[in-house]
């Protein structure tokens, strides 16, 4: 019954519904994944080797594996992700969350710090990475790339360093001076 109204509506409206089907099953996928690295995080939080990113993609491996394997090498409807569902839906929470953990006393009192390290550093990072990256294509001798695509593995690989830091910045339990998150 709900998929008829649902094939009427994409109809009516011109509507995709397979299309939306797909992408809230694959958010869905991905929302529990998710729940399922926090747990296991939580779970896994006293060990010292392995830490929330290693067991996220640790699962993101093994459920990728899964997927190959019983799609036969296809493509697989499941591994579609909608941007606009993840900037609505999933997006917002993990924002809140960033922002609800800091405390704003220790957080205005090295602003001035964060936005050093974060915007300057971000920026020296950016450029390094993409020198890198230019020299390091060339020495290998792979195909020419436009100064445009150096400039986007700058930008990606310098944007994830600062989220990589911080992850092992918090693992380690620094003392609570030091820390935002205590």
């Known amino acids: 019954m709900a998929l008829e109204i649902d094939s009427i509506l994409g109809k009516w409206l011109g509507l995709n ?11 869905n996928l991905f929302v529990a994944l998710l729940c399922a690295c926090i747990i296991v995080g939580h ?38 992700f909608s941007e606009e569902l993840f900037f609505i839906y999933l997006l917002p929470p993990i924002i809140f969350n960033a922002g609800f953990q800091v405390k704003k006393k220790h957080f205005f009192r090295n602003f001035m710090t964060i936005m050093l390290f974060g915007a300057i550093g971000t920026l020296i990072s950016f450029g390094i990475i ?25 930008a990606i690989f310098s944007a994830t360093d600062s989220v990589c830091t911080l992850q092992v910045y918090i693992a380690l339990r620094t003392s609570s001076h030091n820390s935002f998150f205590k």
């Not at 519904?17 to 099953?25: F, G, L, P, Q, R």
């Not at 996220?56 to 579609?80: D, E, F, K, N």
């Open 43 to 80: 779970l896994l939080e006293e060990n010292r080797w392995i830490n929330e990113s290693i067991t996220a993609l640790s699962i993101g491996l093994c459920t990728g594996v899964v997927i190959l394997l019983s799609t036969g090498g296809r493509s697989s409807h499941l591994l579609v």
């Open 17 to 27: 519904t397979t299309s939306s089907h797909t992408a809230v099953a694959s958010t």
């Open 130 to 154: 993409s020198l890198g990256a230019i020299h390091f294509f060339q020495k290998m001798n792979i195909g020419s790339l436009d100064i445009a695509d150096y400039l986007a593995i700058g």
